[in-house]
C-alpha cells in the first residue's frame, strides 16, 4: 500500500527555517514525480515545488523560488522540502504528494497519492 506521511512542520518566527519531511512507503522516490503542495482552510492548493521521477530535476512557484529547496534521499525513501526565510504568508498546511502518471513534475493539482499535511505557522 503506497502512503506518504508528512512531519516537520511547526511554528517558527519570520526569517527562520523549517525543513519538512515526506516519508514514503510502498514504493520508491525516484520512481514518482513528487510535489509540495499548501493549502489555507477555504483556499485552494497551491503547489510550491517538486522534483521529477528518475533525472531529479526540480521545479519551484514563483513564491517560493530561491528560498525553498526540494531534496530527495533515495536511501531513506524521503522526499525534504526546506524552507529558508520563512515569512508570514508561508503559514499554510503543507502536503505531499506522488504520481507514477508522469514522469516530469508539475505544480498543478494532478497527484494521485496525497499525506495527512503538516502545519505551519510563521508567527512572531
Known amino acids: 500500500q503506497l502512503k506518504l506521511v508528512e512531519s516537520g512542520g511547526g511554528l517558527v518566527q519570520p526569517g527562520g527555517s523549517l525543513k519538512l519531511s515526506c516519508a514514503a512507503s510502498g514504493f520508491t522516490v525516484d520512481h514518482y514525480a513528487i510535489a509540495w503542495f499548501r493549502q489555507a482552510p477555504g483556499k485552494e492548493r497551491e503547489g510550491v515545488s517538486c522534483i521529477n521521477a528518475g533525472d531529479g530535476s526540480t521545479k519551484y512557484a514563483d513564491s517560493v523560488k530561491g528560498r525553498f529547496t526540494i531534496s530527495r534521499d533515495v536511501v531513506k525513501n524521503t522526499v525534504y522540502l526546506q524552507m529558508d526565510s520563512l515569512k508570514h504568508e508561508d503559514t499554510f498546511v503543507y502536503y505531499c504528494?506522488?504520481?507514477?502518471?508522469?514522469?516530469?513534475?508539475?505544480?498543478?493539482?494532478?497527484?494521485?497519492?496525497w499525506g495527512q499535511g503538516t502545519q505551519v505557522t510563521v508567527s512572531s
Open positions: 504528494a506522488a504520481t507514477i502518471l508522469f514522469s516530469s513534475c508539475v505544480l498543478s493539482d494532478e497527484y494521485d497519492y
